[in-house]
């Protein structure tokens, strides 16, 4: 899953992916910047806290251009 997620991004090049980092607050600043940015345009964000291993791949491959 990972080869076809790296291969999918290299597709996706004028598509920004955000990542959000810290300690506390992760989930809920995803759910909210998310939430703006649906406003903007296609939007895409892992499931609940899903942030992990091929959750990752998973949401890079529901991406798209």
Do not use: H, Y
């Not at 997620?5 to 990542?19: D, G, N, Y």
């Amino acid at each position: 899953m990972w080869a076809a997620a790296f291969i999918w991004r290299t597709v996706l090049f004028r598509t920004t992916f955000v990542a959000i980092t810290g300690s506390v607050g992760k989930t809920t600043a995803k759910d909210c910047l998310a939430a703006i940015l649906e406003q903007l345009g296609p939007t895409v964000k892992t499931l609940r806290s899903n942030n992990g291993g091929p959750w990752i791949a998973r949401t890079i491959l529901a991406a798209r251009p």
